[in-house]
């Protein structure tokens, strides 16, 4: 990890909020965000049960495309983890694809509650052009983000620093960026990722959140 480190932030509380189909659904309250984004099945849910020190708390599957809403999850009473649709699953009908690209850069836009976005990419694969394009949509809109290779159970000890640095290279990504592998199977990366939370919604980093446009719904 690169970015100034943080204390791991204590998991004391949980629940879930709502799901939301579009943006006319998001919850309607100025509560900090940091939505958890990437690929369908590259563990998204997964990860936030594991950060969050959950079994069951968002669903996963082994079937692509299981998250087909945005999922928002209630922590320490503070802010809101939100579990966001997976991108570039095949089987996915075109006009659900245009709704997805709709709807996320919507919600990068205008949510000023946004404070973090945690961005996973599977550590063996290429990053694919949704990749890029979600992580070029984050600098784009300025959006906070860390980097989170995950399954990195999958990778012997010989194969990680290559991986890594492959992906680092494809990606292009600027030099101090926050990045934490993940596996949550061994658990690694968890404590990294809870003070990456805890420098983000540190006071001074969440901004006086009022929508840009439109009103907000749940
Ligand atoms: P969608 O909801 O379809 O977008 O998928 P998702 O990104 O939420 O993925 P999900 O958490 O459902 O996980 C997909 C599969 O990857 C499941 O079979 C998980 O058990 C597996 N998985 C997730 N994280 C890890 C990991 O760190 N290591 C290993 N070995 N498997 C993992
Ligand atoms: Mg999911």
Not at 35 to 43: D, K, L, M, P, T
Not at 150 to 162: A, Y
Not at 166 to 181: H, K, M, S, Y
């Amino acid at each position: 990890m690169h970015e100034r480190e943080g204390v791991p932030l204590r998991i004391e509380s949980v629940q879930f909020v709502c799901s939301a189909a579009t943006s006319a659904d998001l919850p309607p309250d100025r509560t900090p965000e940091i939505a958890v984004s990437g690929r369908s099945n590259v563990g998204k849910s997964s990860l936030l049960n594991s950060l969050l020190g959950r079994n069951d708390l968002a669903r996963v599957s082994r079937t692509p495309g299981k998250t087909q809403l945005l999922n928002f999850f209630r922590v320490n009473s503070r802010f809101h983890l939100v579990d966001l649709p997976g991108y570039g699953y095949a089987r996915v009908p075109e006009g659900v694809i245009r709704r997805w690209r709709l709807t996320m850069q919507e919600y990068l836009r205008r949510r000023r509650q946004l404070v973090g976005v945690i961005q996973l990419v599977d550590c063996r694969h290429d990053p694919s052009r949704q990749d890029r394009e979600m992580i070029a949509w984050l600098r784009e809109e300025r959006v906070r983000f860390c980097l989170v290779p995950t399954k990195m159970d999958k990778l012997s000890q010989g194969e990680r620093r290559p991986a890594l640095a492959r992906l680092l290279a494809e990606l292009d990504l600027p030099g101090d960026l926050a990045l934490v592998p993940y596996s949550i199977r061994t658990r690694e990366g968890r404590d990294e990722l809870l003070a990456w939370l805890d420098l983000v919604l540190a006071p001074g980093q969440v901004p006086e959140a009022a929508p840009r446009n439109g009103p907000e719904r749940c």
